[in-house]
């Protein structure tokens, strides 16, 4: 079964930093793109940023560019969300997903998990 399983989301006040992890099973994700997205109340579902296999190509959407980095460790099939700087408009569940097709589909996606930023 694959699985793709969120971690480290909280609460944290503004300013503050977190870690997400992805980590995949049941399959090997290390040629997909891997990328995260996140949902906040009321709000349709946005990307945050992706990441190639290689994890040579980044990509962030503009509200985090220069306080979020997206890692990854084909070894581990596991990506990460480096947050920094957070702000309360950055609170949301935060999901991760894996694409075959370059981003056009998301094939795979985790349950999610809950950010909080308090001001």
């Known amino acids: 079964q694959v699985q793709l399983v969120e971690s480290g989301g909280g609460l944290v006040q503004a300013g503050g930093s977190l870690r997400l992890s992805c980590a995949a099973s049941g399959r090997t994700f290390r040629t997909y793109l891997r990328g995260w997205f996140r949902q906040a109340p009321g709000k349709e579902r946005e990307f945050v940023a992706s990441?190639?296999?290689?994890?040579?190509?980044?990509r962030y959407t503009d509200s985090v560019k220069g306080r979020f980095t997206i890692s990854r460790d084909n070894a581990k099939n596991t990506v990460y969300l480096q947050m920094n700087s957070l702000k309360p408009e950055d609170t949301a569940v935060y999901y991760c997903?894996?694409?075959?097709?370059?981003?056009?589909?998301?094939?795979?996606w985790g349950q999610g998990t809950q950010v909080i930023v308090s001001s």
């Open positions: 997903a894996a694409s075959d097709s370059g981003g056009s589909r998301w094939d795979y």
């Open positions: 990441i190639t296999w290689s994890g040579g190509n980044t």
